[in-house]
């Protein structure tokens, strides 16, 4: 088989064979390319896909979720429907208490936030309204936040202290400050109260409803300044890793309806958005994308090779004197064997190369076009080295099986047959 393959007189058969049936090989080179083609190419826009959402949620935690109060729609204990429900500080613990699946709950409360009316912020003769969150370090660990370098985010300390430290968006930066001025360490004056700058945050849009220009401050501050008691606007959380995420979101309505006794059926005293879920759902669809592209592409490699083998099928019933000849001059049925299982597999080669060539060039471009793109969760479609050497590994078993069957059909041609053959 080897010394066959590095004889100069196979290569000559073999490209003499494409020659003389040129358009013919073409058109079947061509299904196998199409095979190659769909499958790289459909790999890489799935996994495209799931890289623009893990950039576009990247600094969130992928489990997480958001429960907020809202009104009650069946009376329930003696309430009437209707009841506006506020969430409580202490609901925090009692959650991790009745919800195995979580992991982190960070309650927030906030003024400006969904159409409220926002914060005066000012610092000299320059001023604005803000989204101001009162916040828990906890939060971090379920929606990181990107901190210039130099400050920070709020601590526990804080916290205990109730401390009027806050940390600022880059766009109020720039509203608020020169820039030569460094922020860190300066005062701003919130709703007639002077708070000192402990950081900036870089807005890095993942997906969340917050923007460039909002202000945290301690919790335990904005209860003091606002006085806003126990209360909590909305819960941020995460659930484990490993955690059913749907299953866990059921779990929270379920508790807080116990907690603040609302009927176990009414589904509008708490509102949630599980983003876990959502995430969940985009990697079962980029999923089932690799799915399909692998089985439309191992099915049109297939035909393509079905095709291959029936050219060399005719190849060899129109050479059937020159291998006769070949025969009787001596030349072995391994010899024979070797030479059509070497054309079967080389043009499969030929025409997977080309085809993943050709799909890379379509990923490159596609990358290109929305290599800068914010708005659209699409970046970096690339299928990994190893799937594209195990196509190319199929596709040499494929055409080496394939050629299998012309092969044996040119070794049982009798010499005697073949001299007579017009």
């Given at each position: 088989?080897?010394?066959?393959?590095?004889?100069?007189?196979?290569?000559?058969?073999?490209?003499?064979?494409?020659?003389?049936?040129?358009?013919?090989?073409?058109?079947?080179?061509?299904?196998?390319?199409?095979?190659?083609?769909?499958?790289?190419?459909?790999?890489?826009?799935?996994?495209?896909?799931?890289?623009?959402?893990?950039?576009?949620?990247?600094?969130v935690a992928i489990n997480s979720l958001f429960v907020w109060a809202q009104s009650t729609s069946l009376p329930y204990d003696g309430f009437r429907?209707?009841?506006?429900?506020?969430?409580?500080?202490?609901?925090?613990?009692?959650?991790?208490?009745?919800?195995?699946?979580?992991?982190?709950?960070?309650?927030?409360?906030?003024?400006?936030?969904?159409?409220?009316?926002?914060?005066?912020?000012?610092?000299?003769?320059?001023?604005?309204?803000?989204?101001?969150?009162?916040?828990?370090?906890?939060?971090?660990?379920?929606?990181?936040?990107?901190?210039?370098?130099?400050?920070?985010?709020?601590?526990?300390?804080?916290?205990?202290?109730?401390?009027?430290?806050?940390?600022?968006?880059?766009?109020?930066?720039?509203?608020?400050?020169?820039?030569?001025?460094?922020?860190?360490?300066?005062?701003?004056?919130?709703?007639?109260?002077?708070?000192?700058?402990?950081?900036?945050?870089?807005?890095?849009?993942?997906?969340?409803?917050?923007?460039?220009?909002?202000?945290?401050?301690?919790?335990?501050?904005?209860?003091?300044?606002y006085n806003t008691g126990d209360k909590v606007d909305w819960f941020a959380m995460a659930a484990y890793d490993n955690a059913d995420v749907v299953?866990?979101?059921?779990?929270?309505?379920?508790?807080?309806?116990?907690?603040?006794?609302?009927?176990?059926?009414?589904?509008?005293?708490?509102?949630?958005?599980?983003?876990?879920?959502?995430?969940?759902?985009?990697?079962?669809?980029?999923?089932?994308?690799?799915?399909?592209?692998?089985?439309?592409?191992?099915?049109?490699?297939?035909?393509?090779?079905?095709?291959?083998?029936?050219?060399?099928?005719?190849?060899?019933?129109?050479?059937?004197?020159?291998?006769?000849?070949?025969?009787?001059?001596?030349?072995?049925?391994?010899?024979?064997?070797?030479?059509?299982?070497?054309?079967?597999?080389?043009?499969?080669?030929?025409?997977?190369?080309?085809?993943?060539?050709?799909?890379?060039?379509?990923?490159?471009?596609?990358?290109?076009?929305?290599?800068?793109?914010?708005?659209?969760?699409?970046?970096?479609?690339?299928?990994?080295?190893?799937?594209?050497?195990?196509?190319?590994?199929?596709?040499?078993?494929?055409?080496?099986?394939?050629?299998?069957?012309?092969?044996?059909?040119?070794?049982?041609?009798?010499?005697?047959?073949?001299?007579?053959?017009?």
């Amino acid at each position: 088989m080897f010394r066959t393959l590095f004889d100069r007189d196979t290569w000559q058969e073999i490209f003499g064979s494409i020659q003389k049936n040129r358009l013919r090989t073409i058109v079947t080179v061509i299904g196998v390319l199409w095979g190659i083609f769909i499958y790289i190419t459909l790999s890489g826009a799935s996994k495209g896909l799931d890289n623009g959402f893990e950039r576009q949620f990247e600094q969130v935690a992928i489990n997480s979720l958001f429960v907020w109060a809202q009104s009650t729609s069946l009376p329930y204990d003696g309430f009437r429907t209707g009841r506006r429900m506020q969430l409580k500080l202490d609901d925090q613990a009692y959650l991790m208490q009745r919800v195995p699946q979580l992991q982190y709950v960070a309650p927030r409360i906030s003024r400006g936030a969904f159409g409220g009316q926002a914060a005066n912020v000012g610092r000299g003769t320059k001023s604005g309204n803000y989204t101001i969150y009162g916040d828990f370090p906890i939060l971090v660990k379920i929606a990181a936040k990107d901190i210039y370098e130099g400050g920070r985010f709020i601590n526990q300390a804080d916290i205990d202290n109730q401390r009027k430290v806050c940390v600022i968006g880059e766009r109020t930066q720039k509203e608020l400050f020169e820039k030569s001025e460094e922020p860190v360490g300066a005062f701003i004056e919130i709703d007639n109260m002077y708070f000192q700058v402990i950081g900036v945050h870089r807005f890095t849009g993942n997906g969340g409803f917050e923007n460039d220009s909002d202000v945290y401050i301690p919790f335990t501050t904005f209860r003091k300044a606002y006085n806003t008691g126990d209360k909590v606007d909305w819960f941020a959380m995460a659930a484990y890793d490993n955690a059913d995420v749907v299953l866990a979101e059921k779990n929270i309505k379920a508790a807080l309806k116990v907690k603040h006794r609302v009927h176990p059926d009414d589904e509008r005293a708490f509102g949630s958005f599980n983003l876990g879920e959502i995430f969940n759902k985009v990697k079962g669809f980029s999923s089932g994308m690799n799915l399909l592209s692998l089985v439309v592409g191992i099915a049109t490699i297939l035909a393509g090779v079905i095709g291959i083998g029936n050219i060399l099928l005719i190849s060899v019933r129109e050479r059937t004197k020159e291998l006769g000849i070949r025969r009787a001059l001596g030349a072995t049925p391994s010899e024979v064997r070797a030479q059509i299982i070497i054309e079967s597999v080389f043009l499969t080669l030929i025409a997977g190369v080309m085809g993943i060539v050709l799909g890379s060039f379509v990923l490159a471009t596609i990358n290109y076009l929305t290599v800068d793109s914010t708005s659209l969760p699409y970046t970096n479609p690339t299928v990994p080295i190893k799937f594209i050497l195990g196509a190319l590994a199929l596709m040499v078993g494929l055409g080496t099986l394939i050629g299998l069957i012309p092969a044996q059909r040119a070794v049982s041609i009798k010499p005697i047959d073949a001299l007579r053959e017009e």
